[in-house]
């Protein structure tokens, strides 16, 4: 069964994106996922995202609700049919809303861990942190800006984005299946942040990600994005993916 089309609005959306040693992604994603790689890296990441309106498509704005989430992301490629295609897989998620925690699977794709946030925003200050039900935590401290890293394995703000918003597809894992779903963006535009400061104690897990094997790329942010996530057909494996 897919995951029903729902729509709403991005009310708040910032990606932090890092360079990663694409061994260690290779190893570390499921199959048939495979890293997307830029430059011979893989590119994997943040995502905090506040929603509003969110409800199922065709009913009124009035009955939808709101929700502070995070994800954690790798780029990846997969065969699927004999065509080759590109998206996200979602390995983390973690949600402050309790209906989206306990809806995962159903309403929304994956499991969604139940997390608490503090966010704060003014004049183009951006603090967010949560930390989930099971001790996961992340924080960053950003600000908008327009200044270009150079540092960074793509070679502007318009190949990040066409990269980001070709791979508008994303799959998590479910019991031995993978969840998809589409992000439909009516108005896609991202600017630049200038992060000060982030942890996240997933990228930080030397286990999965030895020391040396991850930097960071660039960050962006979007804003007031009316959108619709629309499901796709799982992906199914026997592997063992929790």
């Known amino acids: 069964m ?7 609005i991005i009310d708040r959306r910032i990606l932090i994106n890092y360079q990663v040693d694409k061994e260690v992604l290779g190893n570390y994603l499921p199959e048939p996922f495979k890293p997307k790689l830029v430059n011979r890296k893989g590119i994997a990441g943040i995502c905090l995202i506040r929603l509003k309106e969110i409800r199922p498509k065709g009913l009124p704005k009035q009955i939808g609700i709101s929700s502070e989430n995070g994800a954690h992301r790798i780029a990846v490629e997969w065969n699927e049919k004999g065509k080759l295609k590109e998206g996200v897989y979602i390995p983390r998620r973690d949600t ?21 946030f503090e966010v704060n925003e003014s004049n183009g200050n951006y603090n967010v942190a949560f930390i989930s039900d099971d001790g996961t ?30 791979g508008s597809i994303g799959y998590s894992p479910h019991k031995n299946d993978f969840d998809g779903l589409e992000l439909k963006a ?19 897990n ?37």
Request: glycine letters at 6%.
């Open 137 to 166: 935590s992340l924080s960053i401290e950003a600000s908008e800006t327009g200044n270009w890293n150079e540092e960074s394995i793509f070679e502007n703000l318009h190949c990040v984005s066409d990269f980001f918003e070709n």
């Open 2 to 8: 897919r995951i029903p089309k729902i729509k709403g």
């Open 96 to 116: 402050s809303s309790k209906l989206n925690s306990l809806a995962g699977g159903t309403i929304f794709p994956g499991v969604h861990h139940l997390a608490d």
């Open 186 to 204: 009516y108005n896609w535009k991202v600017s630049l942040l200038d992060v000060n400061k982030v942890q996240s104690s997933f990228f930080e």
């Open 206 to 242: 030397t286990d999965i990600f030895p020391k040396g094997s991850v930097q960071f790329d660039n960050a962006l942010l979007m804003k007031d994005i009316e959108h619709e996530w629309i499901g796709l057909e799982k992906i199914k494996t026997t592997a063992n993916t929790i």
